[in-house]
């Protein structure tokens, strides 16, 4: 059975999410909402067993992690000591001739090597003028982010050669542009009735600063000692310039994050070992190894807070993109805060007798993005099947277990009915009674169902059951009275 799931185009998986329920456009039947999404029924299971996985590893397993849930309303001046007011822009450039808005840095690149004197444009970090033929030069940029302008020349291998002749518009190719201008990305909104000035507040751009302004609240009360961390899972608000495929980029998503408060000096340490725990992370999910690869942040890549930040990347129907980043911080947020705050959050380190401010190495991970990592590596034909299935590892998968009588007839419905009953109390499961087998195991196939139990002749003679397993086709009989027991071992194998 040829597994081919990896050149599908990103349609067809939207199209899944429609047809079965994860994932519908926002305000469908006003137009639309460009970028917003909703959950559907089978959408939002996926995504809270994403966020309770992501909780029991992070939090609920660790003895030196605790949660949180802060508002994602906060004092304006969070986001000034933060450094958002002043950083969080993305450079905006206004074609004058077709009137597209668009961030610079996506824009389609002009380059030129000033030794070999070849010319080549690089739209999203991959060759799309005619320099293409060079083989050798187009494998290198698909593996490099649009910073690849310090890349070595196609043609004469020349370090240093590489020089930017400018960005023209993505929408009509001209280059009748504005200069950049900083576009702050924290939506806006008032707190209260009163709409001046002094009520504006933002919506929180990350869910990062709920954590750094209660981190005496929680070191207060919670006992712990440095190394320690503080993790929540939350919406945040982001005014994106440019949005897209589908639910990786959009205006409002969710971020699980998790703080970890360390002594300065163990830097180094700390941020190799969440590197290695958050990679780890991706695998248990079910997603294969050779789609995931760990990328170091260039120097000029890293937030205006911190001094080195590794990305966790999954390999996308469109390219190699980010899914989570593990930053290390400094004591960046909470010097911040202790200054504009006037607020001692520094710690106590006993053993030295002296207080210190923590540093911090951050691990921030996006749900949607996570979701859409699951879905695509899930994803793939069988054509000789005749189907399509999403191979969702049973820890993620919105339903365990799908229940089917063969016939309404015979009481097989009523015996089907009865061990649905009993098993939906361990997990979740579905009963379908209708149409023919084939459709019926088919349809639980795309939604990513890892199992079906088929009450069929066999069970009213020797009270025996068939068990399928979704992407082996496996058909075995086990008794009824081991359905339980059998489900919960593969479930949580
Ligand atoms: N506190 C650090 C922080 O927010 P970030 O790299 O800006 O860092 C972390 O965001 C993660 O949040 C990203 O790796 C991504 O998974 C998710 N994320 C960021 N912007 C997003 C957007 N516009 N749409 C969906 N997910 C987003």
Known sequence: MAKQNKQDPMDKMMSLCK?????????????????CWDYGPLGVELKRNIKNFWWQHMITSRNNVVG???????????????????????????????????REDKAPH????????????????????????????????????????????????????????GIVCPNCGGNNLTDAKNF?????????????????????????????????????????KVPFGIGQIGKAFRNEITTGNFIF???????????FFIHPDDNEKWYKFWINERFEFYKLLGIKEENLRLRPH???????????????EYKFYFGWSELEGIADRQTFDLDQHIKASGKNLSYFDQENNVHIVPAVIETSAGVDRTLLTV???AYWEDEENDRVVLSLHPRVAPIKVAVFPLMSKDGMPEIAEKINNDLSKYMATFYDKAGSIGRRYRRQDEAGTPFGITVDTQTLEDGTVTLRDRDTLEQIRIPQDKIVSTLIEKVNA
């Open 19 to 35: 047809r079965r329920g994860f994932i519908f456009q926002s305000s469908e039947i006003y137009g639309g909402m460009n970028s």
């Open 68 to 102: 949180m849930d802060a508002g994602i309303m906060m004092h304006p001046k969070v986001w000034e000591a933060s450094g958002h007011v002043a950083n969080f822009n993305d450079p905006l450039v206004d074609c004058k001739d077709c009137k597209t808005r668009f």
């Open 110 to 165: 002009k380059f030129k090597c000033t030794k070999c004197i070849m010319k080549f444009d690089v739209e999203n970090g991959r060759i799309t003028g005619k320099a293409k033929y060079t083989k050798s030069f187009e494998s290198l940029v698909a593996n490099e982010p649009v910073t690849y302008h310090k890349s070595t020349c196609p043609r004469c291998n020349n370090e240093e050669a590489i020089e930017l002749e």
């Open 184 to 224: 702050n990305l924290m939506f806006k909104t008032h707190y209260g009735p009163s709409e001046d000035s002094a009520a504006q507040i933002y919506l929180r751009p990350e869910t990062a600063q709920g954590i750094f302004v209660n981190f005496g609240n929680v070191e207060n009360t919670s006992r712990l």
């Open 249 to 259: 980029r959009s205006r409002e998503f969710e971020q699980m994050e998790m703080e």
């Open 298 to 312: 260039a120097e000029d890549e890293l937030a205006h807070y911190a001094r080195g930040c590794m990305d966790v």
């Open 375 to 377: 879905l695509s590596d």
